[in-house]
């Protein structure tokens, strides 16, 4: 049965609650990023200490366990897939920031911000390929091919993102081609992979599943910029207007703007920094447009195709968590 998320009320399921079925393998997966991302090179490892400091959310080794508990139990290789993911899901993130000249992540200084843009994208490109070398030694080629099919894509929505910037004419469709490939393609990789470790007569739901959740997580997130504060998000409020970047709340309030409006933000994308005053005004046009309300109409819809996609498996904690990681993923706040 379905669950529409636009029927159900604004609440926020705990990440805590829906990482419980999966707890104990969870901190296995983490235990295990210790051991595959280790170095004895003092400055790669000295790096690695730091990331593994500051935890993520371990979200995405999540959806992986919970994928994998779907319909029967899970092989052991479901922990090692969980830790690829994250290592991948790592890597991104550093070259995100390194892209993005970004000086803060989770609320800590970005590799970066600490070390060199240089230093962060060789360990970008490290964590990538300690993912590779722990899934080759799987030997699970159907994993691999996931695998390497969502990191392929997610460097396109990187060249992608470069297009979104200083062009307000950025369309609905681009936006969507751009979160399609640098976020819904690892989300919709960490469930079809959990599968390949359960049930891979499911691979195609969940898969699917992951995809629409990746959606509607972006869609959300990108939210946060207009609607969170720093100290809920970890990240510098109005930060992708600070780098003049087109997102969706943004191009759903545009629709709405006089044409006075629109020329306000055309302005304030000419400058090359601008100041707090000039992104305090464009946020309060979005919000008084309704960018964020029709942003978050499209990530419910996200959300209810990810809930459909799911209603042909058999019922059990490990799918009831799958469905909570959805109003997770548009309601949390940071």
């Known amino acids: ?9 604004k609440t926020t399921t705990g990440l805590a609650a829906i990482q419980a079925p999966v707890k104990e393998r ?18 790669v490892e000295e790096v690695n200490q730091y990331l593994l400091s500051v935890p993520g959310k371990l979200f995405r080794p999540t959806l992986v366990l919970l994928s994998s508990d779907v319909g029967g139990k899970a092989s052991d290789d479901s922990v090692t897939l969980g830790a690829v993911v994250e ?17 803060l992540r989770r609320g800590m200084p970005t590799v970066n911000s600490l070390w060199t843009h ?24 159907e994993a691999m091919r996931v695998l390497a099919s969502a990191a392929n894509e997610m460097s396109v ?45 499911f691979r195609a739901p969940l898969k699917r599943f992951g995809h629409c959740l990746g959606m509607a997580f972006q869609i959300a997130d ?14 510098p409020t109005g930060l992708d207007l600070r780098g003049r970047k087109v997102t969706l709340p943004l191009v759903g309030a545009l629709r709405e703007m006089t044409v006075a409006e629109v020329e306000q933000v055309q302005h304030m994308f000419t ?12 946020i309060g046009l979005v919000r008084r447009n309704g960018g964020l309300e029709y942003a978050r109409s499209k ?6 195709s990810a809930q459909a996609a799911i209603d042909p498996l058999p019922p059990g904690p490990a799918l009831d968590a799958l469905r909570e990681s959805v109003f997770y993923a548009v309601e949390r706040s940071r």
């Open 118 to 141: 240089q230093i962060a994208i060789i360990m970008g490109d490290y964590l990538y390929s300690r993912a590779v070398t722990e899934l080759s030694r799987l030997g699970d080629l």
């Open 26 to 43: 969870l901190e296995r997966v983490f235990d295990e990023l210790r051991t595959v991302a280790v170095s004895d090179f003092d400055m």
């Open 271 to 282: 400058l090359v920094e601008p100041g707090d005053d000039e992104v305090a005004a464009t």
């Open 1 to 9: 049965m379905t669950y529409p998320l636009s029927a159900l009320p």
């Open 299 to 304: 990530a419910r819809e996200c959300a209810d």
């Open 157 to 201: 929505g990187e060249m992608r993102q470069l297009l979104c910037y200083d062009d307000i004419s950025y369309s609905e469709s681009e936006y969507f081609k751009l979160i399609s490939a640098k976020t819904a393609s690892l989300m919709s990789a960490a469930c079809e992979m959990g599968a390949l470790a359960g049930v891979p007569a």
């Open 87 to 103: 290592l991948v899901h790592m890597a991104t993130l550093v070259h995100d920031d390194a892209v993005d000249h970004s000086v």
């Open 222 to 235: 990108d939210m946060l910029d207009y609607a969170g504060s720093e100290e809920e998000t970890g990240k």
